[in-house]
């Protein structure tokens, strides 16, 4: 939760919602660090996946982002998810990077 109101608190990112009658059925984080726009946390509720929402988010994220003036947009895939070729049919294409991270306050 401390890294959703962080994205809700900051200037540049947000988290999008999708509602549907039951509630909330989807979210994206999105942020741009002025160099490029991120996406994470893209999930929609099992019951309401193979609608469309999870596309729908993903546009809403990139037209946030096309607002601030961001030109590309990227996302991680956690090893063993095998989300990728959902994301290639959006357009998205493996840019052939590997992420490293380092906590900077502990996890
Ligand atoms: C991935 C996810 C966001 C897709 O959301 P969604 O609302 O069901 O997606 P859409 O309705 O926009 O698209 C559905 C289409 O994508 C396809 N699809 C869904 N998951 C897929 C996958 N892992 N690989 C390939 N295609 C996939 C469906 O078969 C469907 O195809 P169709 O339109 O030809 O029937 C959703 O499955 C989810 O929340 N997954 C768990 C969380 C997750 O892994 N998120 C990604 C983190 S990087």
Request: aromatic share 20%.
């Given at each position: 939760m401390a890294d959703i109101h962080r994205a809700l608190d900051g200037r540049t990112s947000t988290v999008l919602v999708h509602r549907s009658g039951t509630g909330v059925a989807g979210t994206v984080m999105v942020g741009y660090d002025g160099h490029r726009g991120w996406v994470y946390y893209v999930a929609v509720r099992r019951a309401d996946r193979g609608r469309g929402i999870g596309r729908a988010l993903l546009t809403a994220a990139e037209d946030w982002l096309r607002e601030r003036g961001a030109v590309k947009v990227q996302l991680m895939v956690r090893h063993g998810n095998d989300v990728g070729a959902y994301y290639e049919q959006l357009?998205?294409?493996?840019?052939g990077a590997t992420t490293y991270g380092k906590w900077l306050t502990g996890p």
């Open positions: 357009g998205y294409a493996d840019v």
